[in-house]
């Protein structure tokens, strides 16, 4: 993981099992947990 800064969000993820949206591109890559873009979610919800 690149920002130390990131780690209380990763945890989370990992422990609820729920992806994260973060507005931060860095986040992309790491892979212990699903981290979604703006863009993604965008192409996924319903609207």
Same mark, same amino acid.
């Given at each position: 993981?690149? /920002?130390?800064d /990131?780690?209380p969000? +990763?945890?989370?993820?990992?422990?609820?099992?729920? #992806? +994260?949206? #973060?507005? /931060?591109?860095?986040?992309?890559?790491? $892979? $212990?947990?699903?981290?979604? @873009? @703006?863009?993604?979610?965008?192409?996924?919800? #319903? $609207?």
């Open positions: 993981m690149r /920002d130390k /990131d780690s969000y +990763i945890a989370f993820a990992l422990s609820s099992g729920q #992806p +994260i949206w #973060p507005n /931060d591109s860095g986040m992309k890559e790491q $892979l $212990l947990a699903e981290v979604f @873009t @703006t863009k993604e979610l965008v192409k996924l919800l #319903p $609207l």
